[in-house]
């Protein structure tokens, strides 16, 4: 009867706090950042573009609507193979799907910190304020404006309580659990989280294998790592390849060096807008603001009560020796968890710290780290001083005050703190895509998302009606949800090909340098020509472009006719890099050439009277034939990516880089029937993996239940 109770509770609890999403009907939050808004324009567009892939009972590898072909899967963002995303989003509407992912999110953290807590305390009561404490702090509700990140952190103290269960209690049932949430983790998308999780897992194991020395810790460790890891390689393995062609890739140091916690920002941990705050604009007028340039939602420790519980607690018990002495050196977990305190709060602050030289390794190096170790900070943290607490044995009716005080705090700062709008506001088909789709433009979006930033430094997230008077904007990723077609990128993401980045930061280069003079440049156009680009969305005036379309404050130009899939060269020339294919495209006054990345024959124009006829076209497949009278080239505008696989009238065909970032295809004269499909790299072999790894995970668990094995 407790236990249902107690879910009753806390689902009760994250529906009052998400009550605006529910009640008096179905609304989105439509919270902004600096360019866009994370939630709308990247979260809700990947899982609108997942449930249609779902409802054709497929999985999203490659969606050509982005970029000239962008590997969706293989960025991880989406989540196509968590199963909690695949199980919400296959049965339930988009919207309800999406709304009630926050629910279970809330759900997660308050029911994991709650066991965690009553494991440590073995207090229901100190157990519960704990769980609310951290559910609803500034690191976890003002993580609301990117639902992945949210996801990730959710199964952290449930995580952690299953990883004391397995083993220090020997559960093998929990470990089965550990293994299944951990892999869930990273299945959502955001491996960074799942990376630092385990990074404090390992330090854990560590003193406990030290402390024991037993060798079963061994032993289940390994099976924890390997079952884990089978388990995710199907997502493991694409996120690896991403990460390898990515701009994420970063010099010794990384984002720890350049985006580390300023000490300034400890006073979020008692008030959550000590400089001012994002829903009117006030925190960027702030002389914090100017000084750090922290972004004020993922630099944020607000605990409510406790950060001033913590003022007198602390104190108190560094003067009370005997407290130290005969209670918490007794106490199994609380050194470990002051350990992991410590080395979160120096990771926190990045390269500011003497673990600088770790943080320059590979991987490590791309974390953003006061948004990653915050969260961890305030984790560790707070089971450290709830320690304290807890030996102070105070009687549970206070801490049921504390309790009622807590959610009160945490209501009166959140208080229609995220903006909101109606589904149909993010859902109803713009004018501009309306007009697009007509004859399959495809779009390039300049100078919004500036326009964008102006808005929200002034005034915040009160201004959502401006923004929304940009949202016609047919940009990544939220033409997925219109299933329209743009040829660029989410640039603000580190999550794209380095040289498809390239491409997008050099004619951003070229925009930026033609709006001063209100004419397009023909290395503009030449540009935009080879990234397939017909139209161009954008705030700015062009005197020597034409006008085809106006909503609002944007303006749509033509740049150019639309560019076939599929283009015959009898011939082509090598380029060195970027600088020189750009100088060779700006020298073809016919722009009648394709360049490879590799030596090859002499150049020769473009054959016009060769055209390719497309059989199929589909995003991971595409079938066409062809009759040249002379070898040459068979030029895709389709993004080179590994997993593409080609086939010329039924045998095996090498595909080369073309352009920087396309693909070309040597063709021989006569009839050719040319196939193009994409399967992700090891897809069948990371496959297998992951059912040898749910096969262990049923033995595991079989183990667990049985009643000859079955825990005290």
Not at 29 to 58: E, G, Q
Not at 113 to 119: D, K
Not at 461 to 473: D, F, I, M, R
Request: aromatic content about 18%.
């Amino acid at each position: 009867m407790h236990a249902v109770l107690l879910n009753l509770f806390f689902l009760g609890l994250s529906l009052f706090f998400l009550r605006n999403l529910f009640f008096p009907d179905l609304k989105l939050f439509y919270p902004a950042d600096f360019v866009v808004s994370d939630l709308i324009d990247v979260n809700f567009a990947l899982k609108s573009y997942l449930a249609k892939c779902l409802i054709d009972f497929r999985l999203p590898f490659i969606t050509p609507n982005v970029g000239n072909g962008f590997a969706i899967l293989a960025e991880s963002q989406i989540g196509a193979l968590n199963i909690f995303n695949l199980i919400f989003y296959f049965f339930l509407p988009t919207v309800w799907a999406f709304n009630l992912t926050y629910l279970l999110g809330f759900y997660f953290v308050l029911l994991g910190t709650y066991y965690l807590g009553n494991y440590l305390y073995k207090n229901r009561a100190l157990a519960l304020f704990l769980a609310v404490s951290f559910g609803f702090s500034g690191s976890i509700y003002l993580k609301v404006v990117h639902q992945t990140l949210f996801q990730a952190i959710s199964l952290i103290p449930l995580v952690f309580f299953l990883f004391l269960k397995a083993f220090k209690d020997k559960s093998k049932l929990s470990l089965a659990a550990l293994i299944f949430f951990s892999a869930q983790q990273f299945l959502y998308g955001q491996f960074y989280y799942s990376l630092a999780t385990n990074l404090f897992l390992f330090v854990a194991w560590l003193y406990f294998f030290i402390s024991c020395k037993n060798k079963r810790l061994l032993v289940d460790y390994l099976l924890y790592l390997i079952i884990t890891f089978l388990l995710v390689s199907p997502q493991f393995v694409q996120t690896v390849v991403y990460f390898l062609q990515s701009s994420r890739i970063a010099p010794s140091g990384g984002n720890l060096y350049t985006n580390v916690f300023k000490p300034l920002y400890l006073l979020t941990f008692f008030w959550p807008f000590p400089f001012g705050t994002v829903t009117n604009g006030s925190f960027f007028r702030s002389f914090a603001w100017r000084q750090t340039r922290l972004i004020p939602w993922e630099a944020n420790l607000f605990v409510g009560v406790v950060g001033f519980l913590t003022l007198l607690a602390v104190p108190y018990s560094i003067f009370k020796k005997d407290l130290w002495q005969k209670r918490l050196k007794k106490e199994r977990y609380f050194i470990i968890f002051l350990i992991l305190f410590v080395l979160s709060f120096l990771l926190m602050f990045g390269g500011h710290t003497p673990l600088r030289l770790l943080l320059t390794l590979p991987v490590i190096n791309g974390f953003r780290a006061y948004a990653r170790f915050g969260v961890l900070t305030v984790f560790f943290g707070l089971i450290v001083v709830f320690y304290l607490f807890n030996n102070f044995r105070l009687n549970k009716n206070i801490y049921l005050v504390l309790l009622l005080s807590q959610i009160l705090i945490y209501l009166c700062f959140y208080q229609h703190y995220y903006p909101v709008v109606k589904p149909r506001t993010i859902t109803k088909r713009p004018a501009i895509v309306k007009f697009l789709e007509k004859n399959n433009y495809s779009s390039y979006t300049h100078s919004v998302s500036q326009k964008w930033r102006r808005i929200f430094v002034k005034n915040g997230y009160s201004s959502v009606n401006e923004y929304l008077k940009l949202h016609s904007a047919n940009r990544p990723f939220l033409n997925l949800v219109y299933n329209s077609r743009t040829c660029g990128i989410f640039a603000s993401s580190g999550y794209n090909s380095l040289n498809y980045s390239r491409l997008v930061n050099k004619l951003n280069f070229y925009l930026n340098q033609d709006r001063f003079d209100r004419r397009i440049s023909t290395k503009t156009k030449k540009l935009a020509r080879l990234m397939g680009c017909t139209h161009l969305i954008t705030t700015h005036k062009y005197q020597n472009l034409k006008q085809v379309f106006w909503d609002k404050d944007l303006k749509v130009y033509a740049l150019g006719p639309k560019q076939p899939l599929a283009r015959f060269y009898s011939a082509a020339e090598e380029y060195i890099d970027i600088n020189d294919l750009l100088t060779r495209i700006n020298n073809n006054k016919n722009a009648n050439k394709v360049y490879l990345n590799e030596p090859v024959l002499t150049e020769a124009p473009l054959v016009e009277k060769v055209k390719p006829q497309i059989l199929i076209r589909q995003p991971e497949y595409l079938k066409l034939k062809l009759y040249n009278k002379e070898p040459g080239y068979l030029y895709f505008q389709i993004r080179y990516f590994p997993g593409w696989q080609a086939m010329i009238n039924g045998k095996r065909a090498k595909l080369t880089k073309a352009n920087l970032s396309f693909m070309a295809l040597k063709v021989l004269k006569g009839k050719n029937v040319v196939e193009l499909k994409y399967c992700p790299p090891f897809w069948r072999l990371s496959l297998f993996l992951a059912s040898v790894g749910y096969t262990l995970l049923a033995i595991i668990l079989a183990v667990g239940i049985s009643p000859a094995k079955k825990d005290t």
